[in-house]
């Protein structure tokens, strides 16, 4: 199938964008890959009488590092980020994720931000994004602000943008000391999403005790999701903590887990707390060999 019909803007600058958007109100959408929203067009499945496509504005693509964070341009593709070896170091688990996000071809035009503004309870990056407490900058008229993460994601493909607002870029924190990090998740075949997945990290203190944990879930409910409670019941363990405890842990908070042709609720659960058990090992280890 073929979109409807659509006018067409490609603003040169950040202030361009944001102009173009309170101008043209709610008849506009954003478009940066397109990896998410042209299919979702040519299926007719989503009609916007314009379409702003950001890919032209050279401050919006890049990656940035700051002394506690590393800052990622919106327009920044997927395949950057997996080929950077300061993000591998700085931030694995961004790094970790990318190559779950479709095939290269994907992620040679997919970009970070699409991604996060997309806000796919499926998708790595949000997950990724919340897992670490990222904030997300956007720009509209009024100025710019920042959005934790725990914030940003309100429902399926919703955020808290404003419909004048651009998301300009997203500050992934640097964790340091002895830290660990994975990801895993299931899916029917590789490139597509998840089923169930879980984005992990854990930090060490001198003792090797764990005093910070992150768990991020992937395909378990209306938005990314964060398992708070297994986070919580991480700290202060040694690290021979029993992860398939914390995997069901991970799971009991959780209220509406999707059931679809792809699995049920209970099965997405099943999975959901292997997934977290797997990842939690492989972090743990990672972190205790230094």
Known sequence: MKPSAFAYHAPATIDDAVTLLAELGDGAKVIAGGQSLVPMLSLRLAYFDHLVDIGRIPELRGIRHESDAVVVGATTVDAAIEHDAEIRKRVPLLARATPYIGHFQIRNRGTVGGSIAHADPAAEYPAVALALDAEIEAVSPRGRRRIPAERFFTGFWTTTLEQDELLVGTYFPAWTGRTGFAVREFARRHGDFAIAGAVVGVQLDGD????????????????????????????????????????????????????????????????????????????ISEASSG
């Open 208 to 283: 090797g005790r764990i005093e910070r944990g992150a768990i991020g879930l992937l395909g378990l409910g209306p938005t990314p999701l964060r398992a708070t409670a297994a986070e919580l019941a991480l700290v202060g363990k040694k690290a021979d903590v029993a992860t398939d405890e914390l995997g069901q842990l991970a799971m009991s908070d959780l209220t509406e887990v999707p059931s679809d042709l792809h699995g049920s609720a209970g099965y997405r659960r099943r999975v959901g707390a292997a997934m977290v058990t797997r990842a939690l090992d492989d972090a």
